[in-house]
């Protein structure tokens, strides 16, 4: 089916342990997200990529790690996961300048 | 960025259309009409952006008035599934080189049997 999926879509983890979380797109659009969403603080952009091997940061990036070797795969990685990193975190791909399209996130807790 | 002003929350009967104001009075040519919602527990979602002309679409229309200072969302027959909240962002496509969303307070609409 065409679209965005994430996995997992529930996550507990441990305070220090590294956690991938994974987005997959169907549209090849060239440029995808990765947000999280925390009660109080809306929408924060963590990293984005306009295409394959490419990527930067956005608002919050610090302790994530991104990579795009395919247009199609957006993996963000927590190197060593923190309490403060316990959120819900959303994909998204662009179609057009301010036209995303959300994955259905991925709900992580650290313990 | 036009700054938006939406009413906090709105109520709906199931089936009757649902029209959901924004405020953009600062708004500018070349800056477009977005809107998106999001369900509970769910990721944003896409409905319908325009510029100066109203649009339609399979999930709303867009009515932006002449001067283009307001818009309104319209959910022809809502049903309890379109309980969400309702953002309104005004953008223009240079703002950013990659189109990063900002999300304000939206209006929470409810719909009720």
């Known amino acids: 089916d065409a679209g965005i999926t994430q996995s997992p879509r529930y996550k507990i983890t441990e305070t220090g342990r590294q956690v991938t979380l994974m987005c997959h797109q169907t549209?090849?659009?060239?440029?995808m997200f990765w947000y999280r969403q925390d009660l109080g603080h809306g929408l924060r952009l963590i990293y984005y990529s306009a295409a394959a091997d490419i990527t930067d940061k956005g608002e919050v990036p610090d302790g994530y790690v991104v990579s795009r070797s395919k247009t199609e795969n957006f993996p963000l990685t927590l190197e060593s996961a923190t309490r403060s990193q316990t959120s819900v975190y959303f994909c998204?791909?662009?179609?057009?300048?301010?036209?995303?399209?959300f994955g259905p996130g991925t709900r992580l807790t650290v313990l | 960025d036009a700054k938006t002003t939406q009413p906090p929350s709105m109520d709906c009967a199931e089936g009757r259309a649902a029209n959901l104001p924004c405020n953009h009075s600062t708004i500018s040519g070349n800056e477009y009409v977005y809107w998106y919602r999001q369900i509970h527990s769910q990721g944003p979602q896409y409905i319908i952006h325009?510029?100066?002309n109203n649009e339609t679409n399979e999930m709303a229309s867009l009515i932006i008035t002449e001067d283009r200072k307001s818009s309104t969302l319209i959910l022809p027959h809502a049903t309890l599934r379109d309980t969400a909240v309702y953002y309104c962002i005004v953008r223009a496509p240079k703002d950013t080189s990659y189109g990063k969303l900002t999300f304000g307070q939206g209006t929470i609409l409810t719909v009720h049997p």
């Open positions: 325009g510029l100066k």
């Open positions: 998204a791909s662009r179609s057009g300048p301010f036209t995303q399209y």
């Open positions: 549209w090849s659009h060239s440029y």
